[in-house]
């Protein structure tokens, strides 16, 4: 079991939320299971929903589309753009929730090498205001970047 | 010569920048002028450079590049992504300019009918922090921006 906390930062100020958190892996490897969607599909989001992919092209100027199923249910749709793919580096994406589609975040993913085997990653996430800034937050994403998280600790000891 | 008068208003606290400007032709004549390559070579940016289009493919998760010409010398290249094109009425896009690959800006355009043949489009800008916003501003992206829309102007009332 991994001991790795994520630390999720509201900004007093700006409209804008950022996640931290360290995995054991080497940064090529954490990079890859945030591009191959093969790889997504086994560790996005909360332990009691499943994530189906319809489209995952992470490249530069690509796009993604995916649903959250709770059993026999589809529960949620999201989409966006991928607007680059750096390598093992940085993933500057853009992010819409299909039941509010006029509230889209701009996602920035920066891979960081910390030696030993291990990565720390930040996403920072802007959007035009606080007031969506802050739906985002009461929205219980805490629960899925957390338990995701720790699914993919569980997905990189294992390969 | 049209006498609409282009705004760009920074806000204080929040690293955002609107731009707002009314054309005298309907909503769908204008959004196609936004999306249509062949039109957007022919206003975009300021009147001494010339927009040579590498992609452009304006449908939600598709993406664009395109760089500005000076006489016989390239001065700048852009690209970003199609986040949503909502036809007629909306475009959400990322934005970068090639020389700060780090300083992308999230890109919403909105396409209001005014009714009498007029539409009133108004894009906001979000970006991660207040000072990237400043440089853009210092950019000079003024000039580009009000040049081009009267450029747009001469487009529309010439189809």
């Known amino acids: 079991?991994?001991?790795?906390?994520?630390?999720?930062e509201v900004d007093p100020d700006l409209p804008t939320l950022r996640?931290?958190?360290?995995?054991?892996a080497a940064p090529e490897k954490v990079f890859r299971a945030w591009t191959d969607p093969d790889l997504v599909s086994r560790w996005l989001g909360p332990r009691e929903t499943e994530m189906r992919i319809d489209s995952w092209d992470a490249t530069t100027g690509g796009s993604y589309r995916y649903a959250a199923w709770r059993g026999d249910e589809e529960i949620a749709r999201?989409?966006?753009?991928?607007h680059e793919v750096r390598?093992?580096?940085?993933?500057?994406?853009?992010?819409?929730?299909e039941g509010a589609p006029d509230g889209?975040?701009?996602?920035?993913?920066?891979?960081?090498?910390l030696g030993d085997g291990r990565t720390r990653v930040t996403t920072t996430s802007?959007?035009?205001?606080?007031?969506?800034?802050?739906?985002?937050?009461a929205s219980g994403m805490d629960k899925g970047?957390?338990?995701?998280?720790?699914?993919?600790?569980?997905?990189?000891?294992g390969d």
């Open 1 to 8: 079991m991994s001991t790795n906390e994520t630390r999720i």
């Open 104 to 113: 889209v975040s701009l996602d920035t993913t920066v891979f960081e090498d």
């Open 78 to 82: 999201f989409y966006g753009s991928f």
């Open 145 to 157: 970047v957390i338990e995701g998280y720790e699914k993919l600790d569980e997905l990189l000891s």
């Open 19 to 24: 996640v931290i958190r360290d995995f054991d």
């Open 126 to 137: 802007v959007v035009e205001t606080i007031e969506i800034r802050d739906m985002i937050v």
């Open 87 to 97: 390598p093992g580096q940085r993933l500057v994406q853009t992010f819409t929730w």
